[in-house]
């Protein structure tokens, strides 16, 4: 009987291989239907085995899951829906990557920087790259900013530039969350800042209001956005980012330095006074991905300490 489970898992596995990619502009490598399944490996149990139960994480909620079944090794306070910060312009890129994909936007197009999107990009405290009025930015400078830097400036003139407004961009955001099924998501605007911070310009909802998701629902958005634009990863991991002659680092301390972790190539950073620091990150090794959520941390370190924590326990199971 055992014989026989092996070779039907075995025949259901399979793995995906991406080509050689350029960092940006990308399109959309071809894909096969994703398959649900519970993957057995060898020295390691079947995932519905496969749990963390003996750590306690110093954050507000968590998720730790198998990218590649859903399955859930860990959670914290999941279903609780938090402000998300930044973490929520995940959801702008898999919209501009979907406007690539449908001939709606190309990435060479200039984009225009508008008076709202340099305001934002000019606030002190804010991660932005220093937008100018004196030139136009293509998409794909512009979404680089966005992956990497977290650049809320570059982040608006993408809505703009897709939308028209903020207004009508976030109403296709909230329309696409309902379309993935993220039941506990709201925005209010592109960006994951406090509408208090966006000061005249906030177009969505009150000036106390922000953006809201689950960690359950933050990684979904993740897993989507990865397994059906692999290639964003060549994006989000570049420690760095050029623009203007000036080099900006990407937001997420596990790519290099005394934080990096071995396998780690995303996905997004957040941070407000509301939400406090937090991350969604992922990582694969051995052929196998996990994607984290974690919320509500005390410091810009912790996010990433409290992360690597995860991985090292989810790991040690397998390797």
């Known amino acids: 009987m055992k014989r026989l489970l092996l070779v039907v898992l075995l025949l259901l596995s399979g793995c995906y291989q991406a080509g050689d990619q350029a960092a940006l502009p990308f399109n959309k490598a071809p894909q096969t239907e994703k398959v649900k399944k519970e993957m057995l490996y060898p020295d390691r149990p ?47 890129e898999l919209l501009v990557l979907e406007a690539i994909e449908n001939g709606e936007l190309k990435w060479e197009r200039d984009v225009e920087i508008s008076d709202y999107a340099y305001t934002i990009s000019r606030q002190p405290g804010y991660a932005s790259v220093d937008l100018s009025k004196e030139r136009d930015y293509t998409v794909a400078e512009l979404f680089q900013a966005m992956a ?40 209010v605007n592109s960006t994951g800042l406090d509408n208090l911070h966006l000061g005249d310009y906030y177009s969505v909802g009150s000036v106390d209001d922000t953006n809201m998701m689950s960690a359950q629902d933050l990684a979904k958005l993740a897993e989507h956005l990865i397994t059906t634009y692999p290639e964003l990863l060549e994006t989000s991991n570049q420690p760095t980012y050029f623009l203007n002659n000036r080099e900006y680092d990407n937001t997420n301390w596990m790519l290099k330095g005394d934080l990096a972790f071995d396998g780690v190539d995303g996905l997004k950073t957040g941070y407000t006074d509301l939400a406090g620091y937090c991350f969604t990150g992922t990582v694969e090794r051995n052929g196998v991905r996990l994607i984290s959520v974690v919320m509500g941390t005390s410091s810009e370190i912790e996010r990433f300490i409290e992360t690597a924590r995860l991985y090292e326990k989810a790991f040690e199971q397998i390797e």
């Open 46 to 92: 079947l995932d519905r085995f496969w749990h963390i139960t003996d750590i306690d994480l110093e954050a507000s909620s968590v998720l730790l899951i198998n990218a590649d079944t859903g399955h859930v090794i860990y959670e914290k306070n999941s279903d609780i829906p938090l402000p998300t910060a930044s973490m929520s312009k995940m959801m702008t």
């Open 148 to 187: 990497i830097h977290s650049a809320n400036g570059a982040t608006i003139a993408l809505a703009e530039e897709l939308a028209g407004s903020e207004e009508v961009f976030v109403q296709q955001m909230n329309q696409r969350a309902q379309e993935l099924q993220l039941e506990d998501t709201q925005f």
